[in-house]
Protein backbone atom coordinates (compact mmCIF):
# COMPACT_ATOMS: atom_id res chain seq x y z
CA UNK A 1 0.00 0.00 0.00
CA UNK A 2 1.28 3.65 -0.49
CA UNK A 3 1.90 6.09 1.84
CA UNK A 4 -0.54 8.71 3.58
CA UNK A 5 -1.04 11.69 1.13
CA UNK A 6 -2.72 14.59 2.69
CA UNK A 7 -3.30 18.33 1.60
CA UNK A 8 0.45 20.14 1.26
CA UNK A 9 1.57 16.20 -0.23
CA UNK A 10 3.51 16.30 -3.26
CA UNK A 11 5.02 13.79 -5.79
CA UNK A 12 4.05 10.95 -8.49
CA UNK A 13 1.89 9.25 -6.16
CA UNK A 14 -0.34 12.51 -5.19
CA UNK A 15 -0.46 12.81 -9.41
CA UNK A 16 -2.00 8.96 -9.16
CA UNK A 17 -4.19 9.46 -6.63
CA UNK A 18 -5.63 12.50 -8.83
CA UNK A 19 -5.69 10.59 -11.46
CA UNK A 20 -7.73 8.10 -10.03
CA UNK A 21 -10.09 10.44 -8.11
CA UNK A 22 -10.66 12.29 -12.14
CA UNK A 23 -11.63 9.16 -13.89
CA UNK A 24 -13.68 7.92 -11.13
CA UNK A 25 -15.66 11.40 -11.68
CA UNK A 26 -13.96 12.91 -8.50
CA UNK A 27 -12.81 16.60 -10.18
CA UNK A 28 -9.46 16.50 -8.12
CA UNK A 29 -8.73 19.22 -10.78
CA UNK A 30 -5.03 19.25 -13.61
CA UNK A 31 -3.10 16.23 -12.06
CA UNK A 32 -0.14 18.15 -11.01
CA UNK A 33 1.14 16.30 -8.04
CA UNK A 34 0.46 19.40 -5.97
CA UNK A 35 -2.31 17.91 -3.09
CA UNK A 36 -4.41 21.22 -2.63
CA UNK A 37 -7.94 22.23 -2.05
CA UNK A 38 -9.32 20.86 -4.85
CA UNK A 39 -7.36 17.23 -4.71
CA UNK A 40 -8.96 16.96 -0.82
CA UNK A 41 -12.45 18.56 -1.69
CA UNK A 42 -12.25 15.41 -4.41
CA UNK A 43 -10.89 13.34 -1.62
CA UNK A 44 -13.67 14.16 0.95
CA UNK A 45 -16.56 13.47 -2.12
CA UNK A 46 -15.01 9.87 -2.52
CA UNK A 47 -14.99 9.02 1.02
CA UNK A 48 -18.71 10.29 1.63
CA UNK A 49 -19.55 8.35 -1.42
CA UNK A 50 -17.91 5.04 0.02
CA UNK A 51 -19.02 5.77 3.53
CA UNK A 52 -15.73 6.40 4.96
CA UNK A 53 -15.07 8.86 8.03
CA UNK A 54 -14.24 11.99 5.70
CA UNK A 55 -11.61 13.74 6.49
CA UNK A 56 -9.92 14.24 3.30
CA UNK A 57 -6.81 12.29 4.07
CA UNK A 58 -5.79 9.42 1.96
CA UNK A 59 -4.51 6.57 4.48
CA UNK A 60 -5.00 2.82 4.10
CA UNK A 61 -9.09 2.70 3.90
CA UNK A 62 -8.97 5.59 1.53
CA UNK A 63 -6.09 3.65 -0.50
CA UNK A 64 -7.98 0.39 0.54
CA UNK A 65 -11.29 1.52 -1.42
CA UNK A 66 -9.27 3.17 -4.32
CA UNK A 67 -7.62 -0.04 -4.94
CA UNK A 68 -10.29 -2.01 -7.43
CA UNK A 69 -9.76 1.00 -9.60
CA UNK A 70 -6.35 1.18 -9.70
CA UNK A 71 -5.47 -2.68 -9.77
CA UNK A 72 -8.12 -3.23 -12.15
CA UNK A 73 -9.60 -6.20 -9.78
CA UNK A 74 -11.73 -6.89 -6.76
CA UNK A 75 -10.89 -9.93 -4.60
CA UNK A 76 -14.76 -11.59 -4.14
CA UNK A 77 -15.59 -14.03 -1.63
CA UNK A 78 -18.30 -16.62 -3.09
CA UNK A 79 -21.61 -16.84 -1.28
CA UNK A 80 -23.78 -19.43 -2.08
CA UNK A 81 -25.79 -19.50 -5.59
CA UNK A 82 -23.24 -17.85 -7.23
CA UNK A 83 -21.52 -18.30 -11.01
CA UNK A 84 -18.80 -16.96 -13.09
CA UNK A 85 -21.80 -16.11 -15.35
CA UNK A 86 -23.79 -13.77 -12.63
CA UNK A 87 -20.65 -12.33 -11.17
CA UNK A 88 -19.47 -11.90 -14.88
CA UNK A 89 -22.62 -9.71 -15.06
CA UNK A 90 -22.50 -7.98 -11.63
CA UNK A 91 -18.67 -6.51 -12.07
CA UNK A 92 -19.38 -5.74 -16.03
CA UNK A 93 -17.01 -8.11 -16.87
CA UNK A 94 -16.77 -11.43 -19.10
CA UNK A 95 -16.61 -14.76 -18.28
CA UNK A 96 -13.30 -15.14 -20.06
CA UNK A 97 -11.76 -12.42 -18.16
CA UNK A 98 -13.08 -14.35 -14.52
CA UNK A 99 -11.57 -17.85 -15.90
CA UNK A 100 -8.01 -16.47 -17.00
CA UNK A 101 -7.68 -14.79 -13.60
CA UNK A 102 -8.61 -17.87 -11.40
CA UNK A 103 -6.64 -20.77 -13.04
CA UNK A 104 -6.76 -23.01 -10.15
CA UNK A 105 -10.73 -22.61 -9.63
CA UNK A 106 -13.19 -25.06 -11.04
CA UNK A 107 -16.06 -23.34 -13.18
CA UNK A 108 -18.79 -25.43 -12.43
CA UNK A 109 -18.29 -26.42 -8.58
CA UNK A 110 -16.94 -23.15 -7.01
CA UNK A 111 -17.20 -23.52 -3.09
CA UNK A 112 -18.61 -21.06 -1.13
CA UNK A 113 -16.08 -18.92 0.56
CA UNK A 114 -13.24 -18.96 -2.71
CA UNK A 115 -11.73 -15.89 -2.93
CA UNK A 116 -11.80 -15.08 -6.84
CA UNK A 117 -10.07 -12.28 -8.48
CA UNK A 118 -12.46 -10.30 -10.60
CA UNK A 119 -11.14 -8.29 -13.24
CA UNK A 120 -13.22 -4.86 -13.69
CA UNK A 121 -13.46 -2.77 -16.90
CA UNK A 122 -10.37 -0.47 -15.93
CA UNK A 123 -7.26 -0.49 -17.18
CA UNK A 124 -3.75 -0.64 -14.62
CA UNK A 125 -1.54 1.14 -16.14
CA UNK A 126 -1.93 5.23 -16.14
CA UNK A 127 -0.85 7.00 -18.93
CA UNK A 128 -1.29 10.36 -17.22
CA UNK A 129 0.86 10.33 -14.36
CA UNK A 130 4.65 11.10 -13.66
CA UNK A 131 5.66 7.11 -13.65
CA UNK A 132 7.98 6.53 -10.91
CA UNK A 133 9.14 3.23 -9.33
CA UNK A 134 6.65 2.89 -6.97
CA UNK A 135 3.83 2.90 -9.20
CA UNK A 136 5.70 0.34 -11.82
CA UNK A 137 6.18 -2.08 -9.09
CA UNK A 138 2.23 -1.48 -8.00
CA UNK A 139 1.10 -1.75 -11.25
CA UNK A 140 3.28 -5.59 -12.16
CA UNK A 141 1.72 -6.92 -8.82
CA UNK A 142 -1.48 -5.92 -9.78
CA UNK A 143 -1.18 -7.61 -13.42
CA UNK A 144 0.49 -10.35 -12.18
CA UNK A 145 -2.90 -11.02 -9.86
CA UNK A 146 -5.62 -10.34 -12.80
CA UNK A 147 -3.34 -12.11 -15.37
CA UNK A 148 -1.36 -15.10 -13.68
CA UNK A 149 0.09 -16.05 -16.74
CA UNK A 150 2.40 -13.12 -16.79
CA UNK A 151 5.57 -13.95 -15.98
CA UNK A 152 7.63 -11.69 -13.66
CA UNK A 153 11.01 -11.48 -12.39
CA UNK A 154 13.93 -9.26 -11.18
CA UNK A 155 17.54 -9.20 -12.90
CA UNK A 156 19.06 -7.60 -10.28
CA UNK A 157 19.36 -4.02 -8.05
CA UNK A 158 19.54 -0.67 -9.14
CA UNK A 159 22.31 1.49 -6.93
CA UNK A 160 19.61 1.98 -4.14
CA UNK A 161 18.37 -1.36 -3.92
CA UNK A 162 15.04 -1.45 -6.16
CA UNK A 163 14.29 -4.46 -8.26
CA UNK A 164 15.33 -4.29 -12.34
CA UNK A 165 11.94 -6.00 -13.07
CA UNK A 166 11.11 -7.47 -16.44
CA UNK A 167 8.60 -9.91 -17.78
CA UNK A 168 8.30 -12.49 -19.99
CA UNK A 169 5.28 -12.83 -22.49
CA UNK A 170 4.23 -15.54 -24.42
CA UNK A 171 6.08 -18.93 -24.64
CA UNK A 172 7.63 -19.31 -28.30
CA UNK A 173 10.87 -20.91 -28.81
CA UNK A 174 12.41 -16.94 -30.53
CA UNK A 175 13.25 -15.03 -27.68
CA UNK A 176 13.64 -10.94 -27.70
CA UNK A 177 14.31 -8.51 -25.07
CA UNK A 178 12.68 -4.98 -25.01
CA UNK A 179 14.19 -2.08 -22.10
CA UNK A 180 13.36 1.32 -21.31
CA UNK A 181 14.54 3.83 -19.32
CA UNK A 182 18.25 3.55 -19.21
CA UNK A 183 17.83 7.54 -18.81
CA UNK A 184 16.37 8.86 -16.16
CA UNK A 185 14.66 11.78 -17.63
CA UNK A 186 13.44 9.36 -20.83
CA UNK A 187 11.11 7.45 -18.21
CA UNK A 188 8.24 7.43 -20.98
CA UNK A 189 9.67 4.95 -22.33
CA UNK A 190 8.56 2.56 -19.31
CA UNK A 191 5.22 3.55 -19.87
CA UNK A 192 5.13 2.67 -23.27
CA UNK A 193 6.88 -0.70 -22.61
CA UNK A 194 4.54 -1.44 -19.56
CA UNK A 195 1.11 -0.50 -21.53
CA UNK A 196 2.26 -2.25 -24.29
CA UNK A 197 2.48 -5.43 -21.26
CA UNK A 198 -1.09 -4.63 -20.25
CA UNK A 199 -2.13 -4.81 -23.65
CA UNK A 200 -0.83 -7.68 -24.53
CA UNK A 201 -2.40 -9.98 -21.73
CA UNK A 202 -5.50 -8.23 -21.96
CA UNK A 203 -5.67 -9.50 -25.81
CA UNK A 204 -4.48 -13.09 -24.32
CA UNK A 205 -7.93 -13.00 -22.37
CA UNK A 206 -10.22 -12.26 -25.32
CA UNK A 207 -8.33 -13.72 -27.65
CA UNK A 208 -7.44 -10.47 -29.98
CA UNK A 209 -4.81 -9.05 -31.32
CA UNK A 210 -1.78 -6.78 -30.24
CA UNK A 211 -0.44 -4.05 -32.68
CA UNK A 212 -1.92 -5.65 -35.39
CA UNK A 213 -0.43 -9.25 -34.71
CA UNK A 214 -2.71 -12.13 -33.28
CA UNK A 215 -1.06 -12.73 -30.31
CA UNK A 216 -1.80 -16.49 -29.99
CA UNK A 217 0.82 -16.04 -32.61
CA UNK A 218 2.57 -14.30 -30.31
CA UNK A 219 2.59 -15.98 -27.72
CA UNK A 220 3.32 -19.47 -29.24
CA UNK A 221 6.53 -18.41 -31.56
CA UNK A 222 7.90 -16.23 -29.23
CA UNK A 223 9.01 -15.46 -25.78
CA UNK A 224 9.45 -11.01 -25.52
CA UNK A 225 11.39 -10.36 -22.45
CA UNK A 226 10.69 -6.83 -21.10
CA UNK A 227 12.55 -4.57 -18.55
CA UNK A 228 10.69 -1.65 -18.60
CA UNK A 229 12.74 0.60 -16.21
CA UNK A 230 16.60 0.04 -16.13
CA UNK A 231 17.46 3.50 -14.26
CA UNK A 232 14.86 3.33 -11.02
CA UNK A 233 16.52 5.25 -9.08
CA UNK A 234 16.92 8.14 -11.83
CA UNK A 235 13.60 7.74 -12.28
CA UNK A 236 12.59 8.39 -9.10
CA UNK A 237 14.63 11.83 -8.97
CA UNK A 238 13.07 12.90 -12.41
CA UNK A 239 9.39 12.35 -11.36
CA UNK A 240 10.11 13.85 -8.43
CA UNK A 241 9.66 10.62 -6.47
CA UNK A 242 12.61 11.60 -4.24
CA UNK A 243 11.61 15.06 -3.07
CA UNK A 244 14.08 18.11 -2.84
CA UNK A 245 14.79 17.18 1.29
CA UNK A 246 15.99 13.83 0.39
CA UNK A 247 19.09 12.53 0.88
CA UNK A 248 18.85 11.24 -2.58
CA UNK A 249 17.80 14.48 -4.24
CA UNK A 250 20.88 16.36 -2.50
CA UNK A 251 23.53 13.93 -3.22
CA UNK A 252 22.64 14.63 -6.77
CA UNK A 253 22.47 18.38 -6.50
CA UNK A 254 25.83 18.30 -5.57
CA UNK A 255 27.22 16.20 -8.15
CA UNK A 256 25.36 18.53 -10.51
CA UNK A 257 27.15 21.45 -10.11
CA UNK A 258 24.63 23.84 -10.67
CA UNK A 259 23.89 22.54 -14.37
CA UNK A 260 20.79 24.02 -16.24
CA UNK A 261 17.48 22.38 -15.45
CA UNK A 262 17.86 19.77 -12.24
CA UNK A 263 16.61 17.95 -11.77
CA UNK A 264 14.90 17.41 -15.06
CA UNK A 265 18.48 17.60 -16.88
CA UNK A 266 19.37 13.96 -14.98
CA UNK A 267 19.87 11.10 -17.22
CA UNK A 268 22.40 9.16 -15.38
CA UNK A 269 21.93 6.84 -12.56
CA UNK A 270 22.62 8.14 -8.77
CA UNK A 271 26.06 7.28 -8.91
CA UNK A 272 26.04 10.02 -11.76
CA UNK A 273 26.72 7.55 -14.67
CA UNK A 274 25.23 7.56 -18.21
CA UNK A 275 24.42 4.36 -18.18
CA UNK A 276 23.93 3.86 -22.06
CA UNK A 277 27.54 4.84 -22.09
CA UNK A 278 28.85 2.07 -19.68
CA UNK A 279 29.18 -0.96 -22.47
CA UNK A 280 32.18 -2.79 -23.40
CA UNK A 281 31.65 -1.89 -26.98
CA UNK A 282 34.34 0.74 -27.89
CA UNK A 283 33.96 2.17 -24.63
CA UNK A 284 37.23 3.87 -25.00
CA UNK A 285 36.41 5.94 -27.47
CA UNK A 286 33.10 7.26 -25.90
CA UNK A 287 35.44 7.64 -22.68
CA UNK A 288 37.54 9.70 -25.09
CA UNK A 289 34.80 11.44 -26.85
CA UNK A 290 32.89 12.51 -24.05
CA UNK A 291 36.26 13.67 -21.66
CA UNK A 292 37.14 15.78 -24.53
CA UNK A 293 33.89 17.29 -24.36
CA UNK A 294 34.59 17.42 -20.32
CA UNK A 295 32.75 14.98 -19.12
CA UNK A 296 35.06 13.66 -16.67
CA UNK A 297 33.82 13.21 -13.74
CA UNK A 298 29.68 11.54 -12.39
CA UNK A 299 27.24 13.97 -13.17
CA UNK A 300 23.66 14.63 -14.97
CA UNK A 301 24.90 13.14 -18.38
CA UNK A 302 27.42 11.80 -20.50
CA UNK A 303 30.24 10.22 -17.77
CA UNK A 304 30.75 7.31 -19.18
CA UNK A 305 31.96 5.67 -15.69
CA UNK A 306 35.40 4.53 -14.22
CA UNK A 307 35.43 1.41 -16.27
CA UNK A 308 32.87 -0.79 -18.83
CA UNK A 309 30.00 -2.47 -16.67
CA UNK A 310 31.09 -0.53 -13.32
CA UNK A 311 26.95 0.07 -12.61
CA UNK A 312 25.34 -2.84 -10.89
CA UNK A 313 21.92 -1.36 -13.57
CA UNK A 314 24.50 -2.43 -16.70
CA UNK A 315 25.86 -5.65 -14.95
CA UNK A 316 22.11 -7.08 -14.88
CA UNK A 317 21.03 -6.20 -18.04
CA UNK A 318 24.36 -8.01 -19.11
CA UNK A 319 23.45 -10.84 -17.12
CA UNK A 320 20.34 -10.84 -18.50
CA UNK A 321 21.39 -10.84 -22.21
CA UNK A 322 24.37 -13.59 -21.77
CA UNK A 323 21.73 -15.62 -19.64
CA UNK A 324 19.37 -15.43 -22.74
CA UNK A 325 19.60 -16.84 -26.48
CA UNK A 326 17.64 -13.18 -27.70
CA UNK A 327 17.62 -12.74 -31.12
CA UNK A 328 16.77 -9.43 -31.29
CA UNK A 329 17.08 -6.32 -29.12
CA UNK A 330 15.27 -2.78 -28.82
CA UNK A 331 16.50 -0.17 -26.46
CA UNK A 332 14.10 2.55 -25.81
CA UNK A 333 15.03 6.13 -25.19
CA UNK A 334 13.62 9.30 -26.35
CA UNK A 335 13.36 11.82 -28.33
CA UNK A 336 13.60 12.17 -31.94
CA UNK A 337 11.39 9.66 -33.70
CA UNK A 338 14.27 7.93 -35.15
CA UNK A 339 15.66 4.60 -35.21
CA UNK A 340 19.40 3.80 -35.12
CA UNK A 341 20.30 -0.21 -36.07
CA UNK A 342 24.06 0.12 -36.75
CA UNK A 343 27.15 -0.39 -34.71
CA UNK A 344 31.10 0.37 -36.17
CA UNK A 345 31.21 -1.79 -38.62
CA UNK A 346 28.78 -4.61 -37.71
CA UNK A 347 26.28 -5.10 -40.43
CA UNK A 348 23.91 -8.24 -38.94
CA UNK A 349 22.22 -10.13 -41.65
CA UNK A 350 18.73 -8.94 -42.39
CA UNK A 351 19.29 -6.03 -39.65
CA UNK A 352 18.81 -3.28 -42.60
CA UNK A 353 15.66 -4.90 -43.89
CA UNK A 354 13.75 -5.21 -40.60
CA UNK A 355 15.06 -1.74 -39.34
CA UNK A 356 12.79 -0.47 -43.11
CA UNK A 357 9.89 -2.52 -41.99
CA UNK A 358 10.11 -1.15 -37.78
CA UNK A 359 10.69 2.07 -39.73
CA UNK A 360 7.27 1.44 -41.93
CA UNK A 361 4.90 0.32 -39.10
CA UNK A 362 5.87 3.52 -36.98
CA UNK A 363 6.55 6.45 -39.18
CA UNK A 364 9.98 6.84 -37.44
CA UNK A 365 13.23 7.57 -39.44
CA UNK A 366 16.19 5.52 -40.13
CA UNK A 367 19.35 7.00 -39.47
CA UNK A 368 23.02 6.68 -38.66
CA UNK A 369 24.21 7.09 -34.75
CA UNK A 370 26.11 10.75 -34.41
CA UNK A 371 29.63 9.75 -34.04
CA UNK A 372 29.28 11.72 -30.67
CA UNK A 373 26.74 8.89 -29.17
CA UNK A 374 27.87 5.65 -31.64
CA UNK A 375 29.50 3.82 -28.51
CA UNK A 376 29.37 2.16 -25.17
CA UNK A 377 25.36 2.02 -25.52
CA UNK A 378 23.59 -1.52 -24.69
CA UNK A 379 22.44 -1.59 -28.75
CA UNK A 380 25.84 -1.43 -29.66
CA UNK A 381 27.03 -3.91 -27.55
CA UNK A 382 23.65 -6.17 -28.87
CA UNK A 383 25.56 -5.78 -32.12
CA UNK A 384 29.31 -6.15 -31.40
CA UNK A 385 28.39 -9.51 -28.85
CA UNK A 386 25.74 -11.52 -30.97
CA UNK A 387 25.89 -9.69 -34.57
CA UNK A 388 22.36 -9.77 -34.94
CA UNK A 389 19.51 -6.81 -35.14
CA UNK A 390 19.58 -4.46 -32.35
CA UNK A 391 17.91 -0.74 -32.14
CA UNK A 392 17.56 2.24 -30.27
CA UNK A 393 14.30 3.48 -30.64
CA UNK A 394 13.69 7.22 -30.09
CA UNK A 395 10.30 8.07 -29.14
CA UNK A 396 8.60 11.73 -29.34
CA UNK A 397 9.68 15.21 -30.61
CA UNK A 398 10.74 17.74 -27.90
CA UNK A 399 12.71 18.24 -24.92
CA UNK A 400 13.56 15.45 -22.30
CA UNK A 401 11.43 15.02 -20.31
CA UNK A 402 8.78 14.66 -23.09
CA UNK A 403 5.50 15.59 -21.25
CA UNK A 404 3.08 12.60 -20.77
CA UNK A 405 0.28 14.44 -22.90
CA UNK A 406 2.48 13.11 -25.99
CA UNK A 407 2.28 9.47 -24.53
CA UNK A 408 -1.34 8.43 -26.83
CA UNK A 409 0.81 9.47 -29.80
CA UNK A 410 3.81 7.71 -29.02
CA UNK A 411 1.83 4.52 -28.09
CA UNK A 412 0.59 4.83 -31.33
CA UNK A 413 3.79 5.08 -32.97
CA UNK A 414 4.87 2.30 -31.26
CA UNK A 415 2.61 -0.32 -30.76
CA UNK A 416 2.50 -1.93 -34.00
CA UNK A 417 6.86 -1.86 -34.14
CA UNK A 418 6.65 -3.31 -30.66
CA UNK A 419 4.69 -6.84 -32.04
CA UNK A 420 5.97 -6.96 -35.25
CA UNK A 421 10.15 -6.41 -33.97
CA UNK A 422 9.28 -10.18 -32.30
CA UNK A 423 8.11 -11.53 -35.40
CA UNK A 424 10.69 -10.49 -37.81
CA UNK A 425 13.42 -11.72 -35.36
CA UNK A 426 14.62 -14.80 -36.73
ZN1 LIG B 1 18.48 7.97 -24.08
Known sequence: MFQTLRRGSRGPLVEYLQSTLNRLGFNSGRVDGIFGAATENAVLRFQRRMSLSADGIVGQKTWEA????????????????DTFYLLANEYGTSVQAIIEANPEVDLLNIPVGTLL???????????????????????????????????????????????????????????VFYNGAHHANEWITSVVLMKYIEQYCNAFVNNSSVGGESVQRLFEQCSIYILPMVNPDGVDLVTG??????????????????????????????????????????????????????????GPFWYVGPYPLSESETQAVARLTREHNFRLILAYHSQGEVIYWQFSTYNPPNSLEIAKSLSAVSGYRIESTPEASAYAGYKDW???????????????????????SQFPEIYRDNVGLLSLAAILAE
Open 66 to 81: LMPYMRGYVIYKVRPG
Open 117 to 175: TIPVASNTVPTDVSYCYDILKFNLESLKVRYPFLEISSAGNSLMGKDLFYVKLGNGPKE
Open 382 to 404: FIQEYNLPGYTIEVGLGKNPLPI
Open 241 to 298: AYGPDSPQYKAAERLNAGREGFPSNWSANLAGVDLNLNYPALWEKAKEIKFSLGYTSP
